[in-house]
T-cell receptor, first 115, second 116 residues
């Protein structure tokens, strides 16, 4: 049971390049999330999904897109990277809130630098 | 939307002392308050949580208290040890619509350093 995994662990992009971050979970969780973590600002929600085929905007969605084609995977895309997107990105997942634990389990993170 | 303020931003204590981190939230509908610990270069991990129908919860050296009237909750760590050194985040969840699900809003984090 690997929990939540993220690919890649590190990436350096040039301004304007695109990339996709992959999150995978093997806990059969319904809900998945993408956060970014910047110094002094905690974790801010980018996008989230409440089930396969669904996505919704979080607190800071601009410049990002997501897809949840399979229940176990949640992809985060940057179409045209900007230096302001330099950050550590965390994926998380949780059970459906009703009647079960609400604990969000985090992946190991992806450190992205945009030059 | 929900706003969570966390204080202090840094906290330095001697081994064996107690540490207290406080958070306030703005939305009275918030009903779930987890605390996460993040060691350097690692992922955030849940250490304790509390729901709005409970005033206090304890797990060995860690306790969380909730004051719904004042809309604040606190993390208490007793008999601190060097391995408690980490960044601690509080969060609040506000239900969305008719379901119990809601997004977590995180505080800005507290860097706790425990000196041997």
């Amino acid at each position: 049971n690997a929990g939540v995994t993220q690919t890649p662990k590190f990436r350096v992009l040039k301004t304007g390049q695109s990339m996709t971050l992959l999150c995978a979970q093997d806990m059969n969780h319904e809900y998945m999330y993408w956060y970014r973590q910047d110094p002094g600002m905690g974790l801010r929600l980018i996008h989230y999904s409440v089930g396969e085929g669904t996505t919704a905007k979080g607190e800071v969605p601009d410049g990002y897109n997501v897809s949840r084609l399979k229940k176990q995977n949640f992809l985060l895309g940057l179409e045209s990277a900007a230096p302001s997107q330099t950050s550590v990105y965390f994926c998380a997942s949780s059970y459906w809130g009703g009647g079960r634990t609400d604990t969000q389990y985090f992946g190991p993170g992806t450190r992205l630098t945009v030059l | 939307g929900e706003n969570v303020e966390q204080h202090p931003s840094t906290l330095s204590v001697q081994e064996g002392d107690s540490a207290v981190i406080k958070c306030t939230y703005s939305d009275s509908a918030s009903n779930y308050f987890p605390w996460y610990k993040q060691e350097l270069g690692k992922r955030p991990q849940l250490i304790i949580d509390i729901r709005s129908n409970v005033g206090e919860k304890k797990d060995q050296r860690i306790a969380v208290t909730l004051n719904k009237t004042a809309k604040h909750f606190s993390l208490h760590i007793t008999e601190t040890q060097p391995e408690d050194s980490a960044v601690y985040f509080c969060a609040a969840r506000t239900p969305t619509g008719g379901t119990s699900y809601g997004k977590l809003t995180f505080g800005q984090g507290t860097i706790l350093t425990v000196h041997p």
